[in-house]
């Protein structure tokens, strides 16, 4: 049931297919999916092979059909559909192509034939797009779902889609997202140890059971598992500790060592309204172009509204075509413990969680503030602050608010190395917070 794109007569090809690509390095060989991998974005959002979205793309969204707050998650051959949207700031409706590649677990490209993994067409064509009623800068909105039918996914994973302009067949972003097959029975519950923390925070260790099909022969060589911590899908942990001692089932947890840090909080952003009368925004100038909006200035250790960004009603832009944008300037106080020359970034569900220069703070001698701006829709996000601890890793701890326990959402995968087509089969993905210790 699971593999109906394959038959028999596929297996001599795929062993073709195998022979050659042992001699190979992983990548993608289509023209149409040669996509940027050599600049390295630091980001827990961005897996490998991710390019995050250019300045000119706004408001991007992926998320199961029905509500903005379900993950990227659908199960094979059901109804549940993806629904991507996103803004493009110009004064012209464009047109995208937007492709998708199968990746294993740990976001290789998977190196099997697009037939195998897609039915129908192997692309999907978005034009139109909903032109903006109101103020400058001009944007056109995007949406389209999937699977349609147009385009079926043929087989469970981790996949990819990227968004190419058509015209000029420039890649401009990629997302990550998972097709399971609801295969076998999992259960999954959160361990927090206190004051276990380098600086005495608490620790998370996610634990799941896993009652797996009868297919699976050799679940000692053929299973294996991840955790994933508020759907930073970049920073995705596997499961050193796991126990077949059943005979239908397998336990796996995190390892203290490897444990997740249980006081991961946020900061909410209120933007529903750009008006004074908003209670975040100290100084709003309508009168600019774009407009400007000053908000209250964050203070560590008396800022966040801890919160997982993914449990609320945060992460959602406006989708009404008389949705603003506005430069909204973050003003963040440190109590002297940063340099004037170190580092300091905002991060949150409006940049895709990415430390890079244009989410940089520059520090106001004047005022005594790390400062930046960013063009950001109405609506509700979720952000924090961030430095860097080296060239490719980000610290979004040393200037969080909390160092006790938070609520923190996690998501369970469970992988099955295929033993005759070699690929990842996504068996499960559980999300479950941890709120029930």
């Given at each position: 049931m699971f593999l109906k794109a394959f038959t028999r007569s596929r297996l001599f090809p795929l062993i073709?297919?195998?022979a050659f690509f042992g001699g190979c390095s992983a990548s993608v060989s289509n023209s149409s999916n040669n996509y940027q991998t050599s600049q390295n974005y630091i980001s827990r959002y961005l897996v490998p092979n991710q390019l995050p979205a250019p300045q000119s793309i706004k408001s991007v969204q992926l998320h199961r059909r029905g509500s903005v707050n379900h993950p990227p998650?659908?199960?094979?051959?059901s109804s549940e559909k993806l629904v991507l949207s996103f803004d493009e700031l110009t004064t012209l409706s464009g047109q995208f192509r937007i492709t998708f590649t199968h990746h294993d677990k740990n976001w290789n490209p998977s190196n099997i034939p697009q037939n195998w993994y897609l039915e129908n067409m192997q692309e999907l064509i978005l034009g139109g797009g909903n032109k903006n009623q109101l103020s400058d800068p001009?944007?056109?909105r995007y949406s389209i779902s999937f699977p349609n039918n147009q385009l079926d996914f043929l087989i469970s994973g981790n996949y990819m889609l990227h968004v190419t302009d058509f015209n000029s067949g420039t890649r401009l972003f990629s997302l990550p997202f998972f097709v399971t097959e609801d295969a076998g029975e999992i259960s999954s519950w959160v361990e927090t140890n206190y004051n276990a923390g380098a600086r005495y925070e608490a620790l998370d260790r996610p634990f799941s059971e896993f009652v797996y099909p009868d297919f699976i022969e050799f679940p000692e060589f053929d299973l294996s598992f991840k955790f994933v911590q508020n759907r930073f899908w970049g920073a995705a942990?596997?499961?050193?500790?796991?126990?077949f001692s059943e005979e239908d089932r397998a336990q796996f947890h995190l390892s203290r060592e490897n444990a997740f840090y249980a006081n991961f909080d946020f900061i909410g952003l209120n933007l529903n309204s750009f008006t004074q009368n908003n209670s975040q925004i100290i100084e709003w100038r309508p009168e600019l172009q774009p407009p400007l909006a000053v908000l209250r200035e964050d203070v560590l250790n008396f800022t966040a509204a801890p919160s997982t960004g993914w449990g609320s009603s945060y992460g959602n832009p406006h989708s009404s075509a008389d949705a603003r944008y506005a430069n909204v300037r973050f003003r963040f106080e440190d109590g002297g413990q940063l340099s004037a020359n170190q580092g300091v970034y905002v991060v949150g569900d409006f940049n895709q969680w990415l430390l890079s220069e244009q989410n940089r703070l520059e520090y106001n001698e004047s005022s005594g503030y790390w400062e930046t701006t960013s063009l950001i829709k109405e609506g509700t996000y979720t952000y924090k602050y961030a430095i860097k601890s080296s060239a490719s890793e980000i610290?979004?701890?040393?200037?969080?608010?909390?160092i006790t326990r938070r609520q923190q959402e996690y998501t369970?995968?469970?992988?099955?190395?295929?033993p005759d087509y070699r690929y990842h089969r996504l068996l499960q993905a559980q999300s479950f917070s941890s709120s029930g210790n």
């Open positions: 073709v297919l195998l998650i659908i199960r094979l051959g001009d944007y056109y942990k596997e499961s050193e500790n796991y126990d610290d979004d701890l040393t200037l969080s608010d909390a369970s995968f469970v992988y099955y190395q295929d």
